[in-house]
């Protein structure tokens, strides 16, 4: 079984751009998380798509938005880019919401100059 | 607000010795806990949940509710132990959080 596939791996983007990350679950998982790793602050949580929708959000700007295909895949977006967003990028899925269980992604490297 | 905290970011054993990982946490409800690790140039995976008390890899983990304590431990570290351990808790809105991490080295 493929296990989450992010994309891309890595991207460089300048204060203002935005930036759009991908991220295809396990088959058969219909949950998607993401979260923003970062030396200072660790995994912090961003939100959880189930069934399309969003089930779960974290403490971030309305900057950070995302989405859910029926396919199960994710989207996540930051729009006007700051330097603080340099961070590792996680997308995890589990089988349902909530789960405790998640399967992570090798993550999107984003450096914001 | 649920806080998980992992007090020491670096810890040394040498090969044979015993490992403790330690996590505290806040939370007021009834508190559902896990331990991630990432092995090097692996992904982050699941270790082990309080609620399985179970033992993978010779870890175990015990919840004390009364110290608010759910700390890692192998009698008899191996250098395939060397990695990054992630404490994490479960809220009542199911959204999973993380500690900071350990960064466990053995030594051969």
């Known amino acids: 079984k493929a296990g989450v596939t992010q994309t891309p791996r890595y991207l460089i983007k300048t204060r203002g751009q935005q930036v759009t990350l991908s991220c295809s679950p396990i088959?058969?998982?219909?949950?998607v998380s993401w979260y923003q790793q970062t030396p200072g602050q660790g995994l912090q949580f961003l939100f959880e798509?189930?069934?399309?929708?969003?089930?779960n959000k974290g403490n971030f700007p309305g900057r950070f938005s995302g989405r859910q295909f029926s396919n199960s895949r994710s989207e996540m977006n930051v729009s006007t880019l700051e330097l603080g967003d340099s961070a590792l990028y996680l997308c995890?899925?589990?089988?349902?919401?909530?789960?405790?269980?998640?399967?992570f992604g090798e993550g999107s490297r984003l450096t914001v100059l | 607000a649920q806080r998980v905290t992992q007090p020491e970011k670096l810890l040394s054993v040498f090969k044979g010795a015993p490992v403790e990982l330690k996590c505290n946490y806040s939370?007021?409800?009834?508190?559902?806990l896990f331990w991630y690790v990432q092995y090097s140039r692996q992904r982050l995976q699941l270790l082990l949940r309080?609620?399985s008390r179970e033992s993978i890899k010779g870890f175990t983990a015990d919840l004390n509710k009364g110290e608010t304590s759910f700390h890692l431990k192998k009698p008899f570290a191996q250098e395939e132990d060397s990695a990054m351990y992630y404490c994490?808790?479960?809220?009542?809105?199911?959204?999973?959080?993380f500690g900071k991490g350990n960064q466990v080295v053995v030594i051969p």
């Open positions: 088959s058969g998982h219909r949950s």
């Open positions: 995890a899925s589990s089988l349902q919401q909530g789960a405790g269980e998640l399967f």
């Open positions: 309080h609620i």
């Open positions: 798509y189930f069934s399309e929708t969003q089930r």
């Open positions: 939370y007021s409800g009834s508190p559902e």
């Open positions: 994490a808790l479960k809220d009542g809105n199911n959204r999973l959080a």
